[in-house]
C-alpha cells in the first residue's frame, strides 16, 4: 500500500506532463469511463490540475469532471514519453491519457471513477483537500477536532483515518508518534492539546520531508549517524522505530517492541520507555 508521499510524487510528476495540455486520446477499459467518454469527451479537454488526497490520486479536466483513482495494493500510473516503450504489459493498462508529449498509463488501477464537482465534494471516500497533510488547503486546526471526535480510539488507528489526517499511511503512523514520544496505544482522550498539535505538525514537517524535489523514493525520518546511502541499505536503516523490532531505540537504547493494532490489524512499532502510556506503565501494564 503507498504511502501519501508515494502518491503525491505521482500527482506533482503527472501534473508536470499533462496540466494545461489538451488530451489527444483517451481509452479504458471500464465501462463506465468510456461511457462517461462517449458522451462527454475528455479528447480536447484540458488537464486543469493533478492532485493526491490520502492514496487517491485526481486528475480535473477543463470541462469541471475529476477522474480519481485508487492504487489499492497493485495499481500504479507511469508517465512515458510519446513513443516510450510500456513497461508493463498493455493488458493491465486500465485507463490511458495522451497528449501530443506523453502517455499517462494506468495499469491495473482497481478503482477509478468520474466525478462532477458537486459529485466529488459529496463522495465520503475521497478525502477532502483540507485533511491532506501535502495539500495546500490543509487546515490544522480542523485536524486536531476531527482527531479529538475520535477520542474513544487509540491514537495508532486514528493517524490511519484517511477522513481525519490524509497522507499519513503506516510507517509513518509509528514514525510520528515516536518522534512525539506519544503511545501509539494510548487513547486519544488522554492526549493533550499540545500532544495533538505536535502530532499534526510532525505528520506535515515528516511527510513533506520525504516529497522534497532530491529526497529518494524511500521514507526517510532518521538521519543520523552512519545512516547508509546504498541502494540495497535496509529501509529500516532511515527510520526511528518502523521495522526495528528488538533493535535499540536510537534515543535511549531500550530494545523497540511491535505488534498487531487496530481493525485492520496493521503493525505498529514503539519503544516502550521513550513513549510510556500516561500512567508511566508499558501498555501490558507493568
Ligand atoms: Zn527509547
Request: charged share 25%; aromatic share 8%; proline share 6%.
Amino acid at each position: 500500500m503507498p504511502e501519501g508521499d508515494t502518491i503525491y510524487r505521482t500527482a506533482r510528476a503527472m501534473g508536470r506532463a499533462l496540466v494545461g495540455k489538451p488530451i489527444t486520446a483517451f481509452r479504458s477499459n471500464y465501462p463506465l469511463l468510456t461511457r462517461f467518454h462517449d458522451d462527454t469527451p475528455i479528447t480536447g479537454q484540458t488537464v486543469e490540475k493533478v492532485e493526491s488526497r490520502g492514496k487517491w490520486l485526481l486528475i480535473h479536466f477543463s470541462g469541471g469532471a475529476t477522474l480519481a483513482t485508487h492504487m489499492l495494493m497493485n495499481g500504479s500510473w507511469h508517465l512515458y514519453p510519446r513513443g516510450e516503450r510500456w513497461r508493463r504489459p498493455a493488458r493491465d493498462m486500465r485507463i490511458l491519457l495522451e497528449n501530443p508529449d506523453y502517455q499517462a498509463v494506468a495499469f491495473t488501477v482497481p478503482v477509478a471513477r468520474i466525478y462532477s464537482a458537486q459529485a466529488l465534494a459529496r463522495e465520503k471516500r475521497i478525502p477532502p483537500p483540507g485533511s491532506d497533510v501535502l495539500n495546500e488547503k490543509f487546515d490544522a486546526a480542523s485536524a486536531a477536532a476531527r482527531i479529538r471526535a475520535c477520542a474513544g480510539e487509540e491514537t495508532g488507528n486514528v493517524l490511519l483515518h484517511q477522513y481525519v489526517l490524509a497522507g499519513v499511511g503506516n510507517v509513518f503512523k509509528s514514525e510520528l508518534c515516536f518522534v512525539e514520544r506519544i503511545n501509539p496505544f494510548c487513547l486519544v482522550a488522554a492526549l493533550t492539546d499540545e500532544q495533538i498539535a505536535g502530532l499534526i505538525r510532525t505528520a506535515q514537517n515528516l511527510v513533506a520531508a520525504n516529497v522534497l524535489e532530491d529526497s529518494r523514493n524511500t521514507i526517510v525520518t532518521y538521519r543520523g549517524p552512519g545512516r547508509r546511502t546504498t541502494h540495497n541499505a535496509r529501509p529500516a536503516d532511515n527510520l526511528w522505530v518502523y521495522g526495528r523490532v528488538g533493535e535499540p531505540c536510537r534515543r535511549c537504547g531500550t530494545a523497540i517492541r511491535h505488534r498487531l493494532q487496530g481493525p485492520d490489524a496493521r503493525v505498529t512499532f514503539w519503544c516502550p520507555a521513550c513513549q510510556a502510556m500516561p500512567d508511566g506503565k508499558d501498555i501490558d501494564g507493568y
